[in-house]
């Protein structure tokens, strides 16, 4: 079965210094037919205006993983990591027993990401912190493999059951994911137009999949589209 979660269906909030759509459940918006999907509990799709962040701030017992589609911004956290996050960087964290961090944009252009929060296999794990650039060409009509229970393909290792895949899609290609029974999907778009099992997708829009065997996600003809798949348990 698949179910769509569109874009224009999200909660959105816009603070002037970020613009900000919630797919589950975040803050201030609440929508109980969407607090969560499996272990996935947060998909924010952000937009940080120049010169403006994230001042330090808490979590814990949370797989924490940053997207960035375009821009930079700049990390620092308690545990003394410290660095800029790029396009086409990936970070992730585990909150665990509690970590500080802030997130400045101190750039002259604004940054847009992903943000994703995944419930951690167990609570009151010990922080740490990973982040990797992965390339264009590393995605260009395949799933290439960015987070992972156990790291396969030098992959970002999260405290979850699951596997997430980015691709970028382009000229009629078609890729296809095979879940093992009992395991379910979703996926975001972000960027493009999609196919996916003849249901269309487009910028921003969700897809949960459950008790489906394979999924075949089809790249438009003309362009390209990019989008994140996750595999979860």
């Not at 272990?39 to 940080?48: A, H, K, M, Q, W």
């Not at 949370?62 to 700049?74: C, D, N, P, R």
Request: proline residues 3%.
């Amino acid at each position: 079965m698949l179910t769509l979660r569109p874009s224009n269906e999200r909660g959105h909030i816009d603070h002037g210094w970020l613009n900000t759509y919630h797919t589950f459940s975040f803050a201030d918006y609440h929508d109980p037919a969407n607090v969560h999907f499996r272990s996935l509990r947060v998909i924010n799709e952000d937009r940080i205006a120049a010169g403006r962040g994230f001042g330090m701030h808490p979590h814990r017992d949370m797989e924490i993983i940053t997207y960035i589609i375009s821009g930079a911004l700049e990390h620092k956290d308690s545990m003394g990591n410290s660095g800029i996050i790029a396009a086409g960087d990936v970070q992730r964290m585990t909150a665990g027993t509690g970590i500080v961090h802030s997130e400045f944009n101190g750039s002259k252009e604004s940054v847009h990401l992903l943000q994703i929060w995944m419930f951690p296999e167990r609570h009151n794990l010990t922080p740490s912190y990973e982040q990797r650039t992965f390339h264009d060409q590393d995605k260009r009509n395949t799933f290439c493999r960015i987070a992972s229970h156990d790291g396969q393909n030098d992959s970002l290792i999260i405290n979850q059951d699951a596997s997430v895949y980015a691709s970028i899609v382009s000229d009629g290609a078609v890729l296809k994911h095979h879940f093992i029974a009992g395991r379910g999907g979703f996926l975001q778009m972000v960027r493009g137009t999609v196919s996916v099992n003849d249901q269309k997708l487009h910028h921003g829009d969700g897809l949960m999949v459950e008790d489906e065997h394979d999924v075949n996600i089809t790249a438009p003809q003309n362009g390209e589209a990019e989008f994140l798949l996750f595999d979860l348990a």
